[in-house]
């Protein structure tokens, strides 16, 4: 038996795809309709018309475990829409002004990240198979409690060693964590800086970067094409005018966090590796100096 195409499946590539029956964990769409042919990630299988999967030999062979794709067009035009938001942040959000500084902080993190979900979601029911959890692998396990501070870890190895070539080069850096320290000495932002560090950006970051673009890259591109793809956007996300040439060093660092973390997704096939490892990041280099300078202590 054949198990029926969702109806928001329309042009997903050929490829293996989670089961969008969820009876097995990926079957074959062969670009127009989903096949009989299933996998557990590591054996092939063919459904039978009575129902049960055929062991026959001759349908089974060895393939390597893979994730959903989405096309590249889906991370292109999701990159392109988010780029212009972010570029153009002073000018959409100038009715802010108005607002209290709190409010207005709170509007500007809910739209951002909020375009980052939708992108997701849009991409998922234009082109996505499986279930929106499958598609992104939003997923967790027991294991991660280990992997999340051994990622972390990992990532500021990394930095630690490019921070000194940077210096050791000459190479102009900033932090964009100054920015918001310095806001929080503003009344009533502590709150609204705290939860987009903490809370907003480990899950729609991941799920933008890590989750719809490397998904996408990866459809077009080599595995290691597609991680570093995704990194080097994740830096330049992170540009500032106001930053001037600190951006260049700023941009370097950042991008190579998102390599790192694109290649623990990649590994790992799910998010929630790297979205601990991103609220860690944040936490250690955000929050913590934050809520000590202000003189709050951690339970």
């Known amino acids: 038996m054949t198990a029926p195409a969702p109806p928001h499946v329309t042009s997903a590539p050929a490829g293996w795809h989670a089961d969008p029956a969820r009876i097995y964990p990926y079957r074959w769409w062969d670009g127009v309709a989903w096949t009989g042919w299933v996998s557990n990630g590591q054996v092939v299988l063919v459904e039978t018309a009575a129902g049960p999967v055929s062991t026959d030999p001759r349908w089974t062979h060895t393939v390597p475990e893979t994730i959903p794709t989405l096309p590249l067009r889906a991370g292109v035009i999701a990159a392109t829409i988010l780029g212009l938001l972010v570029a153009t942040a002073s000018w959409w959000s100038a009715p802010l002004w108005n607002l209290p500084g709190w409010l207005a902080v709170t509007v500007g993190y809910v739209v951002i990240f909020s375009v980052e979900v939708g992108l997701a979601w849009w991409a998922h029911r234009r082109w996505g198979t499986g279930t929106f959890r499958d598609q992104f692998g939003l997923r967790a396990r027991w294991a991660d409690l280990g992997w999340v501070p051994l990622c972390w870890f990992g990532t500021m190895v990394v930095l630690f060693a ?138």
Request: proline share 4%; charged share 10%.
């Open 162 to 299: 490019a921070s000194l070539a940077l210096l050791g080069f000459g190479i102009p850096t900033t932090s964009n964590a100054e920015d918001f320290r310095e806001a929080s000495n503003v009344d009533g932002l502590l709150i609204p800086i705290l939860l987009a560090g903490l809370v907003g950006a480990p899950i729609c970051e991941e799920l933008f970067f890590r989750g719809l673009l490397l998904r996408s890259f990866r459809s077009s591109a080599s595995g290691i094409g597609a991680v570093i793809g995704q990194g080097v956007l994740f830096g330049a996300y992170h540009f500032s005018p106001y930053y001037g040439l600190g951006n260049v060093g700023l941009i370097i660092l950042l991008s190579l966090v998102g390599i790192s973390f694109g290649a623990v997704a990649t590994w790992s096939r799910r998010l929630s590796i790297t979205m601990g490892a991103h609220f860690i990041v944040n936490f250690v280099s955000l929050a913590l100096p934050l809520m000590v300078g202000t003189g709050l202590r951690m339970p």
